[in-house]
């Protein structure tokens, strides 16, 4: 009986280290998160989700791509955390309570167009945002509407937002392309009309799904050419550590086949820190390989 008590005794307390290992990881800091997944490429995130058990889990429809690519500088792509927002279309009434085409109405329309975005159409998310947010919003089906536009978006990136990741709904796009943000969406959902009488914020900081893929706040985006990857939390640190050590060793073949080439190098060769020197300097966990 006393064997099988101490059997009892060692298992809940092999039990309960896994659960306080695997909430220190769960715990790990924003910060150190995008620090882990600065420079990560799309094809090494699906495989290390691959050998965590995620194969096929995490990427999103290709249908969810760049608006604009830049080769040279790959501004276009960018890895952060998923701060989530959600619109849809309204069920209220969509235009004013005055025939806005006689000109004494326009102060009721001006009225009613600040009622709209202040109070049924507002971004309560953009006090939320900090550097290496990653805007997700699901705003499937909202009327054609431009939730998203040249103006908006630059604020979201001075506040540190890296990159928006949408089922649609943007506008003023060649003023977003001129401007450079980075954005991934399905271009043929993209909206016209402004908020008013067309979309109402639903809620945010809320799980949604955008390109078949479910995103969690706090999940890892990584978004490149190959299109949109999201990690669950939970793996975070595992797959980044995997997909560093892959990104890592593709730098040191293309290194050495550039060299052999004679090809100038750029700074998808650039050489990158040891894996267990950058582990360790995060102070994340020694990486087992097995």
Known sequence: MK?????????????????LKAQEVN?????????????????????GLASVGYSGIGVMDPEISPLWRDVKTMEHRFAGIALTVRYGPTNRPMFPPADISEPENYEVYRQWRGMWYNEISPEPFRE??????????????????????????????????????????????????????????????????????????????????????????GDIVVADSDGVVVVPRRVAVRVGQIAYIELVDDIQGR??????????????????????????????????AH
Do not use: C
């Open 128 to 217: 939320l945002i900090k550097p290496g947010s990653v805007i997700v919003m699901d705003n499937k089906d909202d009327n054609d509407t431009g939730s998203t536009g040249s103006k908006n978006i630059m604020d979201w990136k001075n506040r540190g937002a890296v990159g928006l990741v949408t089922a649609g709904g943007i506008r003023d796009i060649d003023e977003i392309i001129l401007q450079r943000n980075p954005v991934y969406t399905n271009y043929y959902k993209r909206g016209r009309g402004e908020r008013i009488g067309r979309n109402e914020i639903i809620d945010m900081q809320r799980p949604l799904v955008v390109g078949g893929v479910l995103i969690h706040p």
């Open 3 to 19: 064997t099988f008590k101490l059997f009892i005794l060692l298992l809940f307390l092999s039990v309960l280290f896994n659960v």
């Open 255 to 288: 290194r050495e086949l550039y060299e052999e080439l004679e090809m100038e190098f750029d700074e998808t060769v650039e050489e990158r820190e040891e894996p267990s020197v950058f582990f360790q300097k995060l102070g994340l966990p020694e990486f087992n």
């Open 27 to 47: 715990f790990v800091s924003d910060e150190v998160l995008i620090e882990l997944y600065r420079g990560a490429r799309v094809a090494d995130v699906v495989d």
